[in-house]
């Protein structure tokens, strides 16, 4: 990647993140104020990065393999975009990409996950990211 498209992609998630209590993340006002233009995601909210969302991640439920994909031996990825409400919980979700077979499973493992409130001038804010599920067989 060069090093103007890292700086750009630096700056569309370029947040001050500062641990406060229980890890909350604050996005830096300033910060937001200095973008033109913040990323939005799917749903129209603000767009974070799946690292920053996933270390606030505090309930994770693991998703049921589907036995029809079992059986088939389907596995992979699933990347699923997710809509975090003021509370932390996820409100929406919509598959981006994986097998038809595990979709399913996925949305409704990650629709129960539940993370620290995302803060903006100290303020609990809705966030969107993207979450990686995988599936891979116990052996």
Same mark, same amino acid.
């Given at each position: ?35 033109? @233009?913040? /990323? ?6 603000? !767009? #974070? +990065?799946?690292?920053?969302?996933? %270390? ?16 088939? @031996?389907? /596995? ?6 997710? !809509? #975090? +409400?003021?509370?932390?919980?996820? %409100? ?26 995302? !803060? ?20």
């Amino acid at each position: 990647m060069s090093a103007i498209r890292f700086l750009t992609a630096a700056a569309m998630f370029c947040f001050c993140i500062t641990s406060v209590g229980a890890q909350e993340v604050i996005i830096s006002q300033s910060v937001a104020d200095k973008l033109d @233009k913040p /990323q939005k995601g799917e749903f129209g909210k603000l !767009l #974070i +990065d799946p690292k920053i969302a996933e %270390s606030q991640l505090v309930h994770r439920v693991p998703p049921r393999y589907p036995q029809n994909a079992l059986i088939a @031996k389907i /596995q992979g990825d699933v990347v699923i975009h997710a !809509l #975090i +409400d003021k509370n932390g919980h996820v %409100s929406r979700v919509k598959a981006e990409k994986g097998h038809p077979m595990l979709l399913q499973s996925a949305m409704t493992a990650v629709s129960q996950w539940r993370y620290e409130p995302f !803060l903006l001038s100290g303020e609990p804010m809705e966030v969107e990211t993207s979450v990686l599920v995988t599936f891979r067989p116990e052996k």
